[in-house]
């Protein structure tokens, strides 16, 4: 999929979690069901992924899914935000929009709310094969070519430079992306921009 894929927050396909605690919309996890003979991807029965993208809502305290092999990234979107704990004891507060943390998978997380409810934004890769980072953007950048990738728009209204509009809650992803692109906002406006490439 070498130009973008654009989604919208409302349309993503929603999972809420077995323990009751919120809810995943899952924006892509590649290879899709299309990509599966993907020579760059081998068979690894314990990650049935080689990156994913996902906004989680959190609706209560607890304890996050464990993903061994697997480097996960996380940024607040909506909300008040949490505090993760760590089993060291150690902690930070992601209640800054759009303030990337990154953790192993395998690092036994908990979650404690700061307010009602927290939006997030997740990007997870696996170690082995993958890497990623998350940037927080106001202003225009050069996506770069060959490389895979996210957008998601916090605020403002942002523009492609194939034409693609992206206003709050949207976004767009890309795998092996054909040509640098540019990304701009019409005035003000914050986006992140997950930069996906494999090691």
């Known amino acids: 999929m070498n130009r973008p894929v654009r989604f919208s927050f409302d349309t993503l396909p929603v999972s809420r979690w077995r323990n009751g605690g919120g809810e995943t919309r899952e924006i892509i996890s590649w290879p899709g069901p299309d990509a599966a003979a993907d020579a760059r991807v081998p068979a690894e029965p314990a990650v049935a992924f080689a990156w994913r993208a996902s906004i989680a809502t959190i609706d209560r305290d607890g304890a996050f899914s464990s993903f061994p092999g697997v480097d996960r990234i996380i940024a607040l979107l909506e909300g008040d935000g949490v505090t993760l704990h760590n089993a060291s004891g150690q902690s930070h507060d992601l209640t800054r929009p759009g303030a990337p943390h990154a953790f192993a998978g395998e690092e036994a997380i908990s979650a404690a709310l ?78 992140l921009w997950a930069d996906i490439a494999q090691r």
Not at 124 to 134: G, I, K, L, N
Not at 143 to 162: E, F, H, K, T
Request: charged content about 25%; cysteine-free.
């Open 114 to 191: 700061a307010g009602a409810s927290s939006r997030d934004f997740n990007i997870m890769t696996r170690r082995r094969d993958w890497r990623a980072r998350v940037e927080r953007l106001t202003g225009e950048h050069l996506l770069p070519a060959g490389r895979d990738g996210v957008i998601y728009i916090l605020s403002g209204r942002w523009q492609m430079d194939d034409g693609t509009p992206l206003a709050a809650r949207e976004g767009a992803w890309w795998h092996q992306l054909g040509a640098p692109a540019r990304l701009w906002p019409a005035g003000g406006g914050v986006a």
